[in-house]
């Protein structure tokens, strides 16, 4: 009953922060959807002025890549707020780390804060719950942002890290250049 209160809590906050992201995640479907009309709009022309079928290979296959991207980015946001049980499978973390910080690279680009990597190439593929595991990134990371708006933008970035820690753990570690916790919440 515990875990399904948690899981049920985890999924409430992922909505929550979609929600927040929905303005960033429209601007980012709406760069490849309007390259798709953009393309179908030279592909008719072309059509119109009788070229050959040879000219629209080029365009055809733009819109199937940008069409394949709008899809793409629509799969991450459904798995991440698809209600699903834990489950663990071995997963490359610096995968599930750039999966997970995709979905907040346009509103990490409208406030100016850089999100910076060093992914250690030597840790392993662990078992995780990718979904759950990207959640927290997320939730980590966009709190981040949100919490540099009032420093000036050449002082804002996010630091991800992941390494393996000495005593032989697989350790992610998030930092930003915020002004820290107040007081009174800390004390909280």
Known sequence: ??????????RMVNLNTMGEMASGIAHELNQPLAAVANYASACQRLLSAGEDAQRLSEPLRAIQQQALRASEII??????????????TPACLEQVIHEALHLTKSSSRKLNVPLLLELDDAVPDIAIDTIQIQQVILNIVQNAIDAMQAIPSQRRQVLVRSFVNPEGWVQVAI??????????????
Do not use: F, I, N, W
């Open 1 to 10: 009953e515990a875990e399904q209160h948690q899981t049920e809590l985890s």
């Open 75 to 88: 799969r991450r946001l459904r798995t991440l707020v698809r209600k699903q049980p834990p489950h663990k």
């Open 175 to 188: 930092s930003d250049t915020g002004p820290g916790m107040e007081e009174a919440l800390k004390a909280q």
